[in-house]
Structures are given as structure tokens and as C-alpha cells.
């Protein structure tokens, strides 16, 4: 089968380094071969991530970084997107445990290439796009792409949107697969801390793959399953409800004293599970007992704010936000995968793919709450303590605010069944022209998620507040609603419940678990929505070069030419409750939205010289594509690369290019509905000094000097997508050496620089960003931000923001990767074994964020503060010797700050940095037979973990796990 363009040569010029380890740069040089070497050799041309262009060389002109399969399946992670977080050029807030706040994203694990977001990083398998996973967004769920199919992992820094198209402005991951093995494969794995976290995963896999007598075919099949335990933030080593205060001993900005102190048993007094009466004040601070027992509430410490402050120990009258809330959620996920081949004749091949997959996710989030807005009746409460209601009585309080979480009623759990189909096929080869070989790909996909996501125990507002006034019916004796009971109603009252009000049953708030079934799940419902996602895309491309016409002195040119045509879709229905609005949230109205694409590109190499001085290789590439968006207008990327080695052993390598990101569907559709914000109104007497312009501006609102904002309580906003949306724009730099010295064999150094600005960043814009920004310019009110708040005519009090998406931000980062590669035979040494070495290292000199680029002093300047350390590297050395592989790899992650770095100093805030961390793994595997390899490790085996004021998911928070698998091959 000649897929692929092939040459007899009369010198081999290749030679390829092997992606031994995490972050290795996949990379050939060209090298004479030995004098003894054939005269002629046939040389089959491959693909590399980052061009269409099939070439002899591996390197290409942007870096290139690869995780190989053995690299993937030795870390014991059942998800690839957790798995490459751990390279220090993609962020770990898409992640797993990224998202473990999350419910539309529970569940979901995505690249986040350079901490750009994850809707900036491109995700393919096999070179074609993929089905997304979050409803309205491009972003791939990396969870999905079964890990024991994976042959490898290439990851591009810069823009590639000329070679690949939308959504690649910050780089590319593309996912290689495995699609022509054969024999039988059963491979089980399972993790286990052993610190008492109480962390564990386990997954079983069968692998099946058989070629056709005549070679001409090949079908493969994989069905796994795997799961993922929940931990939640109090089994954690090092949680201990961590906060801050205001340091009682600070005496001023810049005075060597700390402004705010960091401790444990950080909570809240005035709101917990079993009721806290007098919030606000008005009256004592009383709470409950489980049985409903009044006591006087518990004191703090030191404040963090109103609502919650540090107390000297742990007191089960207090509510500590950690003891609730998920780190890991629990997922089980089941896989069936098919590739196949076929070679219809020796230069035409049918090719496919599928799969489905299935997970369950759950996860548990804060329980439902009210704080200080709903109140009880003192005199004639059916459930009130008779001690309680006199001493309140006295006290001259008739009514009294109550705050209340609803754990008892049942946390909110956030239960997520997200199905994805996907097919692929298509026809690639080759065929003459005249005399040149054209090699082509046609392909055709359509993937489909669907997601029932279900938020139980929600609060039902309206239902709680009826319940929750209630009375002794006359008539019975017993605890009845008052809006049941006719002569307990005042003159004009009407029931505040949205859902059956003439079923209220009445709820009795005080204590834990003391209110009756029916009452719990009168005031609670289950909000339940419904995604489905879809993308079909077809396209092709055909390469060639110019052999026949003419050629350079480096050889003829190479070109592409494609196409493709895309259509997205996404939609979400949601329950008709949470549609009109009964539930804590504000209403959701249903979404649906689409666009479509076409897309036409171009790639073209011109190797300018070779094997002349001061040039072994110079080539120059240009890549340009443009697109025709039905909601975003048309969009244009292009691309230059050179490479140039002016040696034998040295590469210099760099690339420039501008790239595009349309708005997705959510930033372009998202239906326009009320919703609520809480807010602090900057013309404040308590915020106007915060900004120099305040004064002046908020004066030329009609705002008088001392005004008192009445901003306690929540306002309406009205929010959603932007149809008039541009696309964004990224220009992506890079330059790199390659050094390999032709004196030490299989030893290689290169370093990358890289710079990314991304302009016309699709931003939400906040109530409070709105809010600020109309008052906080030096050229007076800001007429586009103002309009966009209303205030009170009488009050002057802020009553809506309207808000959504604009092209308004700026992201801008820069930094320096280098790596650090050999193997060698320790015979050499007279020692037994193979021992290879892989360093890799990151530097980070800039990441800032613009929220509007046409002010460029305000900078949020993220490099070194947690998330976005200014240096890590990995370090990967393996020892083989026979049928043992040893591996030991290191990680080291910068001491990071807590503190805004680029407007705070450490006096604001101690402790202000986390302090650098570096953890250990140790693993091997033997092959116990021809068909049995064992595989046995630690991760984090000196159990290093950050502190606990962090739970950035960066960080290895679980500590110390073992990690072991056997796998099981048969021909």
C-alpha cells in the first residue's frame, strides 16, 4: 500500500529522536549515514502536529512537545486532561478537579495551553476536531478519549489557526491513536492513597485488534471501564478551613506589620445547619442544638468580614464552607471504541472510527441557604422554644431574621449523566498527476453530546417561606402554614409559595432533621437540564510538491491545499420550575444556538538550501487559511516559519503567525434573561477613595458627598449573549535552538522562547465590573458603561445592570521553555542497563490580562501567583535493564503568591507566598512472562504538600498513593 510519497534516495538524512519522557520534543536532525549504509533507501514521509505537510524531518518551526502512551498509563490517572496539567506549559484550571465547582463542566477535564482559558487551546484526535463537552463552548472534554487508545499526546505553543482553523490561538493538542493493533490486550489498573484520604480509582480494559489474511485490513475494538472515588475537601490532609483576618496589631500600609493574617477554623456565627436567629442584630445571637435546643451562640476570634471571621477552635454551632464541598468528584465511566482500515487498492484506503462513552458524575456542593431574609413570628411560631419565645418577647422582638443552611434537607448534589458518540471516516492515498504523486485525505465526522444534569435539593424560596410561618391550627391542635389556616391570616394576605401553595406543610427550623418529610420535600425541588451538543464537519486536503516543474536548491516545494465545512450546534432545555424562576436561582429561559463555517488553506515549504556552507538546512514555510463565519463574518490566519541549520549538530528554529477564535455559541446565543447580582456601589461613602476619579464622577451622576448605597441586598441584572460579536485575534511568536552534538551520541539541549498577544478578547463583563468601570475613568463618566446601569430616581440606589459579552480584553504572555535529553548504554561503563535522562523546564516572564485594552495601566499581572508560576520543571530518569524498567521523575513548582503580584505587596497579606514544591514518583514494571508485565509506584512519595490556604489544582493535593496495573498480551 503506497499511502505515502516515497523516493529512492541515494543517502539516508535521517535520524529521530524518540519521545522518551513527559514534555519530550519530537525533533530529527539531518545526519549522514555510514559509509557501509545501502546506496539506496526508501524513505517514507510522515506528519508532524502543527503542519499538514508531510516531511522526512520531525522538527517543525513552532515547538512541538510529546507525552507518549508508556508516559500517559505509568502515572495511574484514569484522565488524560489531569494527566497533561502536569506539564508545566498547560494550566490546571480545566481540569477534573479544575471544575470540581462546576455543573454544567462536572465531570470535564480540558487542556488549558498556557493559562489562556481553555476555549483558546485547540483539541484534536487524530489531526480532526472534535465534539465538544460543555454546552455552548468548543471545549473537548479530554475524559472522553479513552487513555489505553492513546499512542501519544504532541502539544504546539502559538497560534495554528492557519494550519487548523478557529480556536487555536494560544496552541493545538492533538491526541494520536492507536489504529492498527493486533492480538488481544487486557490491562487492569488501580490507585490507592495511603495517608487515610480515602482516594482511589481502579479501570479494566480489553484491547482486541486483527489484520486480514492479505494485510489489506485491519479492525481494532476497546471497551473500558473506569472509576474515580469522590473525595471531598475535609478528607484532605492539610484542609483545615483556612481564612483571613484584618491583624489587630497592623498600623498602616508600608509599616514592616502584616495588613491581614491567615489561620484555621475560619466560619461563619451567623448561619449554620440548625438555624441562627438575629443575624443582622436586633436581638441576641441565639442557634440550636440538633434537638432544637436554644443556646447562645459562639463568639469569633478575629473578622474576615460581616459574615464570617476565626475561632479559636472548631465549634459544631459554626459553618465551615470546606466540611461541605467536593475536591474529586465520583465518576464512572464506561468506553466502547472501534477503528478499522481497509485498502480498497494500493493507493486508495477506507478508514474510520467510533465510539461511545458514557459517565456518571457526581458531586456534592454547598447546601441550599437563607441569610437574614426570611423571619419567623415570635408570637405564635408552632415550633418555637416556649424559653426562647418569652426571652425574645422581653427582649421587644415580635419577628426575628433567621439564617439557615438546608444539609439537613440534603446537600446539593450535582448529579451529571454525559453521554458522547463519535464517527469518523474517510479516504486517503495518493494518485499520479502527469509525474507527481498527490497524496490526499477526505474525511467526514459527526460527534453528539448529551448531558442530563440534575441539581438535587434545591431550594424552593417562595415554598420555605410559607412553610416557615407557621401556626397551631385551632381546629387540630397542630403545627399547620398559615396560609392553611383562614383565622390565623391578617387582612389582605396572600401565600408566598410559587408551587401548590394549598399543600403547604410547615417546617421546623430549628435544630437538625426535625422537620418532617413531607415538609422537606415541600420546600425543595431537583433543577434538571438537558444538553445536547453536536458537530458535524467535512473537509480534505491534498499535498504534493513541484519535483516535476522545478526545485530550489533545497529540494522541490511542498504544498496543501484544503478545505473544510463545519456546522455547530448546542442547546439546553431546562425544567419548566427553573424556568419561571421558583427555585434559589435566578429564571433560565431554554438555549439553543448554531453556526456554521467553511474554511479554505493553503500550506507551502520552500526549502531554500541544503548541505551548503553555513547551511545544512534552510527552509521557509507559510501557511494562510480563511474562513467565512455565518455569525462572526469572515476571519483570516496566516503563518511563517523558518528553520535554519547552519551546522550539522544546530538547529535555529522560529515561527510567526496570526490566529483567530470565533465566538462560541454561548458568547454569541445565550438568550438574554434576569438574573441577580450582589454588589458593592463604588459612589459609597465607604468606596469612593478607592479610585481617584470616584469623587468627581460619582458627583456627576447627582450623587451627594456621604451617600449611604443601600447595597446589602442583591440587585436585578439582565445578561446574556452578544450576537454583533467579533472574533478574536492572537499573534504568536516563537524562536528556538536545537543543539545535538554529533560527539556525544543520543544527547540533545533546545530551547524555545515564545510570545502570545491575544487582542479583541471576548470578556464577560460583571455587574460590578460595569458598575466600577462607569465611574472609574480619568475622562469622566464612561458613557458606554454607564447606560448600562439603571439607579433609583429616589433612592439613587442601583436597581439593574445590563451585562453580557464583549471584544473588549487583552492577554498577553511570554516565556521560555528548555529541555535536556540522553540515553546511553551504560556498557559503556562496564554497568548493565540502558539509562535515559529528560529535563524539561519552563519559565514564565509575562502573563497579563487586560479586562479592557484601551487601558493599558490596569494590568492584572498573573505571572507567580498561584496557578502561574514564574519556573517549574520536570525531570524524568528511567533505568532499563532486560525485562525491569525503574523510573524516578521529579516535579518542581515555584513558590507562588497570594497576593495580587502586580498591585499588592507581601505586607498585605501573610502568609503571601506558597513556597516552592517539589514532589518524587517512583515506578517500574517487569515482564513477568511473554505475555505478563507487572507495573508497581508511589506518586509523591515523600508526601510533599502545600500548605493548606491553598487548594489550587495545580498543586498535588492527595499526597502519598500507590499505583499498580498488569497487563496481560496474547497474539
Known amino acids: 500500500m503506497s499511502t505515502t510519497n516515497t523516493r529512492k534516495l541515494h543517502k539516508l538524512s535521517a535520524g529521530v529522536l524518540l519521545a522518551l519522557g513527559l514534555s519530550s520534543v519530537n525533533t530529527v536532525y539531518a545526519q549522514e549515514t555510514d559509509a557501509t549504509a545501502s546506496e539506496e533507501q526508501v524513505i517514507e514521509k510522515i506528519s508532524v502536529t502543527g503542519s499538514r505537510i508531510k516531511r522526512i524531518e520531525l522538527a517543525t518551526p513552532a515547538p512541538v512537545l510529546s507525552i507518549g502512551s508508556e508516559e500517559i498509563t505509568r502515572l495511574g490517572v484514569p484522565d488524560l486532561g489531569q494527566i497533561l496539567s502536569e506539564i508545566p506549559a498547560i494550566g490546571a484550571g480545566s481540569t477534573l478537579i479544575g471544575n470540581n465547582n462546576s455543573n454544567a463542566n462536572a465531570g470535564l477535564s480540558a487542556v488549558n495551553l498556557r493559562n489562556l482559558g481553555a476555549g483558546r487551546t485547540l483539541t484534536l484526535v487524530n489531526g480532526i476536531r472534535h465534539v465538544a463537552g460543555s454546552p455552548g463552548s468548543a471545549t473537548v472534554d479530554t475524559g472522553a478519549v479513552p487513555i489505553g487508545l492513546i499512542d501519544r499526546v504532541d502539544i504546539v505553543t502559538g497560534g495554528r489557526s492557519a494550519v487548523y482553523g478557529s480556536d487555536a490561538v494560544s496552541g493545538v493538542v492533538n491526541i494520536i491513536m492507536k489504529d492498527d493493533f493486533e492480538g488481544f490486550q487486557f490491562r487492569a489498573d488501580t490507585t490507592q492513597d495511603t495517608e487515610d484520604v480515602d482516594y482511589s480509582t481502579h479501570g479494566f480494559s480489553v484491547l482486541a485488534g486483527a489484520n486480514s489474511a492479505d494485510g489489506r485490513a485491519n479492525v481494532t475494538f476497546f471497551a473500558a471501564q473506569d472509576n474515580i472515588k469522590e473525595v471531598l475537601l475535609p478528607q484532605l490532609q492539610q484542609t483545615n478551613n483556612f481564612s483571613t483576618y484584618a491583624n489587630p496589631e497592623n498600623t498602616g500600609e508600608e509599616d514592616g506589620i502584616p495588613d491581614r493574617l491567615t489561620a484555621p477554623f475560619g466560619g461563619s456565627e451567623l448561619i449554620n445547619d440548625n438555624t441562627v436567629i438575629n443575624p443582622f442584630g436586633g436581638g441576641p445571637l441565639i442557634t440550636f442544638t440538633d434537638d432544637g435546643t436554644p443556646i447562645d451562640q459562639v463568639s469569633r476570634t478575629f473578622t474576615n468580614s460581616f459574615a ?48 461511545y462513552v458514557d459517565k456518571e458524575i457526581a458531586q456534592q456542593f454547598q447546601s441550599s441557604f437563607r441569610f437574614g431574609t426570611d423571619a419567623i413570628s415570635v408570637t405564635d411560631n408552632a415550633f418555637i422554644d416556649a424559653g426562647l419565645q418569652q426571652r425574645l418577647l422581653d427582649g421587644g422582638q415580635t419577628t426575628a431574621t433567621i439564617a439557615r443552611f438546608f444539609g439537613d434537607v440534603g446537600f446539593r448534589t450535582a448529579s451529571n449523566d454525559r453521554e458522547l458518540f463519535r464517527v469518523v471516516s474517510g479516504f486517503k492515498g495518493d494518485f499520479e498527476l502527469s509525474n507527481t504523486v498527490v497524496d490526499y485525505d477526505v474525511f467526514y465526522t459527526y460527534g453528539e453530546t448529551s448531558n442530563t444534569r440534575k441539581t438535587l435539593n434545591d431550594l424552593i424560596p417562595g415554598n420555605f417561606t410559607a412553610a416557615l410561618d407557621s401556626v397551631i391550627d385551632p381546629d387540630t391542635g397542630l403545627a399547620a402554614c398559615r396560609s392553611s389556616v383562614p383565622s390565623a391570616q391578617p387582612s389582605g394576605y396572600v401565600s408566598p409559595a410559587d408551587v401548590n401553595p394549598g399543600s403547604c406543610v410547615p417546617f421546623n427550623p430549628f435544630g437538625f432533621g426535625n422537620s418532617s418529610a413531607a415538609a422537606q420535600d415541600y420546600i425543595t425541588g431537583d433543577v434538571t437540564r438537558t444538553d445536547v451538543i453536536s458537530q458535524e464537519v467535512a473537509g480534505g486536503y491534498v499535498s504534493f510538491d513541484s519535483e516535476e516543474l522545478f526545485s530550489l536548491p533545497g529540494g522541490p516545494v511542498a504544498m496543501v491545499l484544503g478545505f473544510e465545512t463545519r456546522e455547530e450546534k448546542s442547546s439546553t432545555i431546562t425544567d419548566e420550575f427553573t424556568k419561571a424562576g421558583f427555585f434559589t436561582n435566578a429564571a433560565t429561559p431554554d438555549a439553543d444556538g448554531g453556526y456554521d463555517v467553511d474554511e479554505y488553506y493553503v500550506e507551502l515549504l520552500f526549502p531554500i538550501l541544503k548541505e551548503t556552507f553555513l547551511a545544512e538546512q534552510l527552509d521557509l514555510e507559510l501557511a494562510y487559511r480563511t474562513a467565512d463565519y455565518s455569525h462572526a463574518g469572515s476571519a483570516d490566519a496566516w503563518g511563517v516559519g523558518l528553520m535554519w541549520s547552519p551546522m550539522q549538530d544546530l538547529t535555529i528554529r522560529g515561527s510567526i503567525g496570526e490566529s483567530v477564535r470565533a465566538p462560541n455559541i454561548t458568547e454569541a446565543f445565550d438568550p438574554q434573561s434576569p438574573g441577580f447580582a450582589n454588589i458593592s456601589d463604588p459612589c459609597d461613602n465607604d468606596n469612593i477613595g478607592n479610585d481617584p476619579d470616584r469623587a468627581a464622577n460619582c458627583a456627576a451622576l447627582g450623587i451627594p458627598a456621604g451617600f449611604e448605597a443601600n447595597d446589602n441586598v442583591s440587585i436585578d441584572v439582565f445578561s446574556g449573549g452578544n450576537p454583533d460579536l467579533l472574533s478574536e485575534e492572537s499573534t504568536s511568536k516563537t524562536v528556538g535552538l536545537i543543539y545535538e552534538p554529533s560527539y556525544v551520541e543520543n544527547l540533545s539541549f533546545v530551547v524555545d522562547w515564545y510570545s502570545i498577544e491575544i487582542t479583541d478578547a471576548i470578556t464577560f463583563l460583571g455587574a460590578q465590573t460595569i458598575i466600577d468601570n462607569c465611574v472609574d475613568s480619568a475622562a469622566g463618566l464612561d458613557p458606554i458603561f454607564c447606560q448600562q446601569v439603571d439607579r433609583n430616581g429616589t433612592s439613587l440606589d442601583i436597581d439593574l445592570v445590563r451585562s453580557g459579552y464583549i471584544n473588549a480584553s487583552k492577554l498577553e504572555t511570554q516565556g521560555v521553555e528548555a529541555q535536556v535529553r540522553y540515553r546511553t548504554d551504560l556498557a559503556m561503563f562496564d554497568l548493565p542497563g540502558e539509562v535515559s535522562f529528560n529535563f524539561s523546564a519552563t519559565h514564565l516572564k509575562q502573563l497579563d490580562i487586560f479586562e479592557f485594552q484601551n487601558r493599558p495601566d490596569e494590568i492584572n499581572a498573573e505571572r507567580g501567583e498561584l496557578g502561574d508560576p514564574m519556573n517549574q520543571f520536570r525531570n524524568s530518569i528511567s533505568y532499563r535493564l532486560d525485562d525491569l524498567n525503574v523510573n524516578l521523575t521529579t516535579r518542581y513548582i515555584d513558590r507562588s503568591a497570594r497576593i495580587a503580584v502586580g498591585t499588592d505587596i507581601a505586607e498585605d497579606l501573610s502568609p503571601a507566598f506558597i513556597g516552592s514544591i517539589v514532589t518524587h514518583d517512583v515506578q517500574a514494571s517487569y515482564t513477568l512472562t511473554d505475555n505478563v508485565t507487572l507495573g508497581f509506584g508511589v506518586r509523591n512519595i515523600g508526601n510533599k504538600l502545600p500548605s493548606g490556604v491553598t487548594l489550587n489544582p495545580l498543586y498535588d493535593l492527595l499526597g502519598r498513593r500507590i499505583v499498580a496495573n498488569v497487563v496481560v498480551n496474547f497474539d
Not at 313 to 337: C, G, H, K, M, R
Open 308 to 355: 464570617f471571621g476565626i475561632f479559636d477552635q472548631e465549634y459544631d454551632s459554626v459553618y465551615y464552607s470546606e466540611n461541605n464541598e467536593n475536591y474529586i468528584p465520583d465518576q464512572q465511566t464506561i468506553t466502547l471504541a472501534t477503528t478499522f482500515r481497509y485498502d480498497l487498492t494500493e493507493n486508495v484506503r477506507f478508514y474510520g472510527e467510533a465510539k
